[in-house]
């Protein structure tokens, strides 16, 4: 059992593709609440966009610009905050986001995620000779640190981004219903 400190964030995490910023950005007007996307704090922090960030320091340096916007964020209450796909692989983050709030999972089938994560050219992780075999293995080794974490889980992948945000709601409102203070 832990406590829950804020219980005022919401926080959408999935695999790239998931449509954590889209459907964020439509939740935070719904919800009256700000919306902060950590890609765009690291690119705002660093004056570098994320391909850039990953060409000069590599994944690590992407890394870390990540952990250090996200412990800014962490004392911070009222936001949706729509999170890269890869925040969920250090622990450090992991412990933050637990206790910033009610975190839901956005995911789609596999197919699905791959062709919507290839409509953009800013997921440097994607622009690699065989694009199909790193987005499996990316995604095989995050669906369970995702399932791990998440209060709600939402599959989008017959679902448009107007409809994915009104389960959200549906769902935020079963979820405090049944515990408003004390959560797994
Ligand atoms: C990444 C996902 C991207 C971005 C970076 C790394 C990942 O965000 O943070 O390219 O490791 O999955 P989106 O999930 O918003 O595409």
């Known amino acids: 059992m832990q406590t829950r400190q804020v219980l005022e ?23 009256r ?22 060409s000069h320091g590599g994944e690590e340096k992407f890394r ?13 209450q009222g936001m949706v905050l729509s999170t890269g796909g890869g925040i969920v692989l250090r622990e450090e983050n992991r412990v933050l986001l637990r206790k910033m709030g009610i975190i839901i999972w956005l995911d789609a089938a596999a197919n699905i995620l791959f062709k919507r994560a290839m409509r ?46 009104l389960k959200i709601v549906e769902g935020l409102a079963d979820w405090r219903h049944k515990d408003s203070s004390v959560i797994h």
């Open 120 to 165: 953009s050219k800013e997921r440097p992780l994607l622009q690699s000779e065989r694009p199909r075999e790193r987005f499996n293995s990316l995604l095989d080794s995050r669906r369970d640190l995702y399932r791990g974490l998440a209060d709600l889980y939402i599959d989008s992948s017959c679902l448009n981004h107007k409809e994915v945000m």
């Open 64 to 76: 870390s610009w990540e952990s250090s916007v996200l412990c800014r964020l962490s004392n911070q």
């Open 33 to 54: 609440r700000r919306f902060i996307d950590t890609d765009e704090e690291i690119v705002d922090t660093c004056g570098l966009d994320v391909c850039a960030i990953f």
């Open 9 to 31: 964030n919401i926080l959408l995490i999935g695999f790239m593709g998931s449509g954590k910023s889209s459907v964020g950005r439509r939740l935070a007007i719904s919800q």
